[in-house]
């Protein structure tokens, strides 16, 4: 039940601290991630070339966050395929492709039948799922679940970050099987302190969020920007605006805007800048904020969501909105809790009833 919140987005919103450490919940040990449930299968992770996650809707974009983790710490090639056009093209897999796909449901018949698929064609399955006994976990050779609990809203926000935590488990997970990581402790400390920070992003931003979301319900178009893992953030960001408050959004690569974007831009069109951390990388950073001069610079009304400290964007923005210091994996779990609370806020002002999006459906199952 809702219990107080006034939709069960909110309250699942509200639960992404819970999400994030159930699903972390006895999976490291000795400051080294080892899932129970791959306990055996060491033989999925060596001996592969190559890594194809397969995943719809919410779940393809935690999958191109995966991709950047997986790749970094297993040193492994990783493609993200939508299932619908996996399944349907001729792709090259076998036993030396491992198929990692991922659903809250356990449900989607576009993805259940991409994990046949790759099965039929000698691949190795491993499924990231958060119901129990799916089909997807029964038709692949591994699962790990998600412990986010029941979603109910149609619009995905705990299982999504549940689902990236999972990914970032597999990573560490991974490379300690493929002797890729020799020391997880600073990527496990991060890892644990995830909970807190999302807390803290919700206490912080919550009011600021939904204040600008009020004064934005007139906006029929927003634009998010992000780079490296800000990219996938970017897209989930305009997937829920889409989803729950029909406004037209799309998110790009920030080094993509040269290459078209930039001619949406014109005087008052809203833009959110996922701008990654500094600390991170000092390139990127800056290579974001000339991103954010150059919309600036044509009348873009621009929304920066930007690590604590970072001034360097001060002159730059119509809005600042700080999340809490990450690493560089473990930054979406953060920047993307305003843009769920933005859709949500959106979707209240104009009136419309979150948990139950018009022509959606919270489980597709049918292709
Ligand atoms: C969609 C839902 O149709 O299915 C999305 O409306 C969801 O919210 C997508 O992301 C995939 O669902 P699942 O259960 O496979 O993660």
């Given at each position: 039940e809702k219990g107080g919140w006034s939709s069960f987005m909110a309250k699942e919103v509200a639960e992404q601290p819970e999400a994030v450490a159930k699903t972390i919940l006895g999976r490291v040990h000795d400051g080294q991630v080892v899932i129970p449930e791959l306990d055996g299968l060491d033989e999925l992770f060596i001996g592969i070339n190559r890594i194809i996650i397969t995943a719809c809707g919410t779940a393809s974009y935690a999958a191109l966050v995966g991709k950047y983790a997986i790749e970094q710490w297993a040193r492994v090639a990783v493609d993200v395929e939508l299932a619908h056009e996996f399944r349907y093209r001729d792709p090259v897999i076998g036993a030396d492709t491992l198929v990692v796909s991922i659903s809250q449901s356990g449900e989607t018949m576009d993805t259940l039948m991409a994990v046949k698929y790759a099965r039929e064609r000698g691949a190795r399955t491993l499924s990231i799922c958060n119901t129990q006994g799916a089909t997807i976990p029964r038709e692949s050779d591994a699962v790990v679940y998600t412990h986010a609990g029941p979603e109910v809203a149609v619009a995905s926000t705990k299982a999504f970050s549940a689902q990236i935590t999972a990914l970032l488990l597999l990573g560490l997970h991974m490379g300690r099987v493929r002797g890729t990581v020799a020391d997880a402790s600073v990527d496990v400390a991060e890892l644990q302190a995830l909970p807190e920070k999302i807390a803290k992003v919700l206490a912080s931003e919550q009011e600021h969020v939904e204040q600008l979301a009020g004064w934005m319900a007139d906006t029929r178009s927003v634009l998010f920007l992000g780079r490296h893992?800000?990219?996938?953030?970017?897209?989930?960001?305009?997937?829920?605006?889409?989803?729950?408050?029909?406004?037209?959004?799309?998110?790009?690569?920030?080094?993509?805007l040269k290459h078209g974007p930039i001619a949406l831009i014109e005087p008052g069109q809203p833009v959110f800048v996922l701008l990654p951390s500094p600390r991170h990388s000092a390139l990127i950073h800056s290579k974001v904020v000339s991103n954010i001069q150059e919309i600036r610079a044509r009348g873009a009304r621009v929304i920066v969501v930007a690590e604590e400290g970072d001034v360097a964007v001060l002159p730059f923005a119509d809005e600042v909105i700080r999340i809490p210091l990450a690493g560089a994996m473990f930054e979406p779990l953060l920047s993307v809790v305003p843009l769920q609370i933005f859709a949500m806020a959106l979707a209240t002002a104009k009136g419309l009833d979150v948990d139950q999006p018009r022509n959606l459906a919270k489980s597709v199952t049918v292709e």
């Open positions: 893992v800000g990219f996938p953030i970017a897209l989930e960001g305009a997937l829920k605006l889409k989803e729950i408050s029909y406004i037209h959004a799309e998110g790009f690569a920030a080094g993509e």
